[in-house]
């Protein structure tokens, strides 16, 4: 049995020094593997502008809260703009969170012919079962940015939180401080 092998192993041996340019093959292979283990080992950094929780899918428990939330992340981005320098963010809200929970309608004909619908909430062990939450309307936002008199860097500034929250451009405020 182990000559059996050995021959196996000679043979396959032979067969790769035929092979032309094997180190090349080597090389490129070599690569794509260390390739694959740095980027599937890499982390993100601590302070960096991407990570898994960046979705708005967080609880919030005010809607001050949320605006908070989202005024870092837009500063977060803003800053790396080259020439926006130093950033400060308000976002101002036409309303808070907005709640829909499920309901039951009851239907029933009075005794002098009026039909009348009630809704109830659906309760389950005490607690409203939510059906849906609604986010709060951003109605304005307020940009104080050190590299703002720069119209490139004030309609790239524009432009990202355009991008980000999806508000139109006459509710974004770009302004030159600090």
Do not use: C, W
């Amino acid at each position: 049995m182990m000559v059996d092998f050995k021959e196996k192993f000679k043979f396959l041996f032979e067969k790769i020094k035929k092979i032309k340019h094997i180190e090349i093959y080597l090389a490129v292979g070599l690569a794509v593997i260390i390739a694959i283990m740095y980027f599937t080992t890499l982390k993100s950094p601590e302070n960096g502008t991407s990570t898994e929780d960046d979705n708005i899918d967080a609880t919030f428990s005010s809607s001050q809260e949320y605006a908070s939330y989202i005024e870092n992340k837009l500063e977060n981005v803003i800053t790396t703009v080259k020439g926006a320098g130093k950033v400060n963010i308000l976002i101002t809200l036409e309303k808070g969170f907005e709640y829909i929970y499920v309901t039951e309608e009851e239907t029933r004909t009075t005794s002098n012919g009026t039909i009348v619908t009630t809704a109830t909430v659906v309760m389950v062990d005490g607690k409203p079962i939510l059906q849906e939450e609604i986010y709060p309307v951003i109605s304005g936002v307020v940009v104080i940015a050190e590299g703002a008199e720069d119209i490139s860097v004030k309609m790239n500034i524009i432009s990202i939180i355009q991008t980000v929250i999806d508000i139109d451009s006459s509710k974004i405020n770009v302004i030159e401080g600090y």
